[in-house]
């Protein structure tokens, strides 16, 4: 069974960091496209981060380049987001997505299908 499991998400003060997790199980995460999105209340669902299977380079929302990172770590079967420099407005469920799609597809929630259940990121003071 294929399955993403999120974990890491809390409360955190502005300026602060966090690291979320997704652990991959059912599939080798090395050959697909794995991407992480975002969703607020009463917002759609948006695409934060994207790393590549064909040549394991990133691509980042422009509202989060240069205060988030995306990496993996296959021997765990896992993929990172680090999060620095938190705003208030990244406030949001973060969901990790692993597919196939074309690399230019990736920031579309719709163009997705293996989803985590996603772990809630809330950043107040």
């Known amino acids: 069974q294929l399955q993403l499991v999120e974990s890491g998400g809390g409360l955190v003060q502005p300026g602060g960091s966090l690291r979320l997790s997704c652990v991959a199980s059912?599939?080798?995460?090395?050959?697909?496209?794995i991407a992480w999105f975002r969703q607020a209340p009463g917002k759609e669902r948006e695409g934060v981060s994207f790393?590549?299977?064909?040549?394991?380079?990133?691509n980042y929302a422009n509202s989060v380049k240069g205060r988030f990172t995306m990496f993996r770590e296959l021997a765990k079967s896992t993929v990172y987001l680090q999060m620095n420099s938190l705003k208030p407005e990244d406030t949001a469920a973060y969901y990790c997505?692993?597919?196939?799609?074309?690399?230019?597809?990736?920031?579309?929630?719709?163009?997705?299908?293996?989803w985590g259940q996603g772990t809630k990121v809330i950043v107040s003071s």
């Open positions: 997505a692993a597919d196939l799609i074309h690399d230019d597809e990736w920031a579309d929630a719709n163009n997705w299908h293996l």
């Open positions: 059912g599939f080798n995460l090395a050959y697909y496209n």
């Open positions: 790393i590549s299977k064909i040549d394991y380079s990133t």
